[in-house]
């Protein structure tokens, strides 16, 4: 059973940067594999970025790739998601997602979501 609680969204400007966190309750957190995907109002979830249980993989999507990094840090079952050169297109609400599978990419792997942080980038 795992809780997870989005933060650091907010309003910025394109060029900005913005690091989001989600915190994580359980006992086994350094098990799961975590993800970051967003949605933007009438569009479909997208993933965005994942990192698996034991910090050796990461992945991403083709639109954030070299502005994104995603990270976690176990002793703290916290994982980050640092936005770099951020564009309007960004803007979307981030959920922060778990999976027990160790690592994933699509939203079905998933069974653990948060309840999003909205990442508003102006132009």
């Known amino acids: 059973q795992v809780q997870l609680v989005e933060s650091g969204g907010g309003l910025v400007r394109a060029g900005d940067s913005l690091r989001l966190s989600c915190a994580a309750s359980?006992?086994?957190?350094?098990?799961?594999?975590m993800g970051w995907f967003r949605q933007a109002p009438g569009k479909e979830r997208e993933f965005v970025a994942s990192i698996n249980n034991n910090d050796a993989l990461t992945s991403y999507a083709d639109s954030v790739r070299g502005r994104f990094t995603v990270s976690r840090d176990n002793t703290k079952n916290t994982v980050y998601l640092r936005m770099n050169s951020l564009k309007v297109e960004d803007t979307a609400v981030y959920y922060c997602a778990g999976t027990s599978r160790g690592f994933g990419i699509r939203m079905t792997e998933y069974e653990y979501w948060g309840q999003g942080t909205q990442v508003t980038v102006s132009v």
């Open positions: 359980g006992r086994t957190f350094s098990r799961y594999g």
